[in-house]
């Protein structure tokens, strides 16, 4: 049995204001296969640290410049073609700089009261639970179904 395989590699971090906002990006559906309010990152570059590359991406779609992020946990399925998909989960409150969209979609403040009242990325809500809740540091896509996943905590 191999002990290497192909894996793409990514991020996404929570950005928290001292009020309970955090940072969302809306992707346009024109542009991309999936849309709705999302939370900024990116792909990790070669030779690139996981640091380095959640400071970049949220810098590039945000214009913040985030310090002290902390790994919570991250997301993880098996693409069509068979490729682990990682998504590293980060979480912030320390920032600076003004928030100013990319091409990448619109970025904007919400109050997380707000967030059943807007359109969210696919399973937004169910990842959140890996950034709030404690015991819980991974999100895994087991099994295609139909039109969705399903999902497995630990």
């Known amino acids: 049995m191999p002990r290497t395989s192909q894996v793409i590699l990514t991020n996404m971090c929570l950005i928290e204001d001292k009020k309970g906002n955090i940072v969302m990006q809306i992707r346009d559906p024109q542009r991309y296969t999936w849309s709705g309010a999302a939370l900024p990152g990116g792909h990790i570059?070669?030779?690139?640290?996981?640091?380095?590359?959640?400071?970049?991406?949220?810098?590039?779609?945000?214009?913040?410049?985030?310090?002290?992020?902390?790994?919570?946990?991250?997301?993880?399925w098996h693409t069509v073609d068979g490729i682990r998909y990682l998504v590293f989960l980060y979480r912030t409150k320390d920032f600076s700089g003004e928030l100013r969209s990319s091409e990448e979609g619109e970025v904007k403040w919400v109050s997380r009261n707000d967030l059943d009242n807007i359109e969210l990325a696919y399973d937004l809500k169910n990842l959140?639970?890996?950034?709030?809740?404690?015991?819980?540091?991974?999100?895994?896509?087991s099994k295609r179904l139909e039109n969705d996943f399903i999902r497995e905590f630990w």
Request: proline residues 2%; hydrophobic residues 35%; negative net charge.
């Open 128 to 141: 959140l639970r890996v950034f709030d809740e404690e015991k819980l540091s991974e999100m895994f896509y």
């Open 45 to 76: 570059e070669e030779k690139e640290s996981l640091h380095q590359a959640v400071v970049r991406e949220v810098y590039e779609e945000t214009g913040l410049t985030i310090r002290n992020p902390k790994l919570v946990g991250m997301k993880h």
